[in-house]
């Protein structure tokens, strides 16, 4: 049997909503948007995650910002495990613009894949660092909020925040 990688959790509550910073020794590995139970996370993550705010310092401290509406984008390490394709998808969030949105179609001209907009919107499901990757900045080609795995409230939050809109 093989050791499987101790992670550290922190929780951020804003707006009602309890996230979850996931990290390794490596950075932050995953951001769970639900509030998700550490015993929860480690059945899902596969490892044994532990209460730690210590690894999870500047994270904490980057999400506070972007949450004050203080930050655009996130410095600390981070890494993620997917597939290839998963990981271009990925790559081409990380370049929408703070504040600007795109489509799933969009995304998938990007990377070289135009007829691949069903499978882009599956590896955008697949995110395992929402807010860092920013998919709450990819919409239906229609224009419309289409899904996001901290629901569409917070995804309609998110982009008011980035767009000024936010009362804080």
Same mark, same amino acid.
């Given at each position: 049997?093989?050791?499987?990688?101790?992670?550290?959790?922190?929780?951020?509550?804003? @707006?009602?909503?309890?996230?979850? *910073?996931?990290?390794? +020794?490596?950075?932050?590995?995953?951001?769970?948007?639900? $509030? =998700? %139970?550490?015993?929860?996370?480690?059945?899902?993550?596969?490892?044994?995650?532990?209460?730690?705010?210590?690894?999870?310092?500047?994270?904490?401290? @980057?999400?506070?910002?972007?949450? *004050?509406?203080?930050? +655009?984008?996130?410095?600390?390490?981070?890494?993620?495990? $997917? =597939? %290839?394709?998963?990981?271009?998808?990925?790559?081409?969030?990380?370049?929408?613009?703070?504040?600007?949105?795109?489509?799933?179609?969009?995304?998938?001209?990007?990377?070289?894949?135009?007829?691949?907009?069903?499978?882009?919107?599956?590896?955008?499901?697949?995110?395992?660092?929402?807010?860092?990757?920013?998919?709450?900045?990819?919409?239906?080609?229609?224009?419309?909020?289409?899904?996001?795995?901290?629901?569409?409230?917070?995804?309609?939050?998110?982009?008011?925040?980035?767009?000024?809109?936010?009362?804080?």
């Amino acid at each position: 049997m093989t050791m499987k990688e101790r992670l550290y959790a922190s929780m951020i509550c804003w @707006e009602g909503w309890q996230f979850v *910073a996931v990290s390794s +020794r490596k950075g932050v590995c995953y951001i769970d948007l639900c $509030g =998700t %139970p550490l015993a929860e996370l480690s059945r899902e993550l596969h490892s044994t995650v532990v209460p730690d705010d210590y690894h999870n310092v500047s994270i904490l401290q @980057e999400l506070r910002e972007y949450l *004050a509406g203080q930050r +655009r984008s996130f410095e600390s390490p981070f890494y993620t495990q $997917g =597939t %290839p394709f998963q990981r271009s998808v990925w790559g081409a969030v990380l370049e929408i613009p703070y504040g600007e949105t795109c489509s799933y179609g969009d995304i998938a001209a990007a990377i070289g894949r135009p007829l691949a907009a069903r499978a882009v919107g599956g590896a955008v499901s697949a995110n395992p660092l929402p807010i860092i990757i920013p998919c709450h900045r990819v919409i239906g080609k229609n224009g419309k909020l289409v899904g996001f795995g901290g629901g569409l409230a917070l995804k309609e939050r998110l982009l008011a925040l980035e767009q000024g809109s936010l009362d804080l």
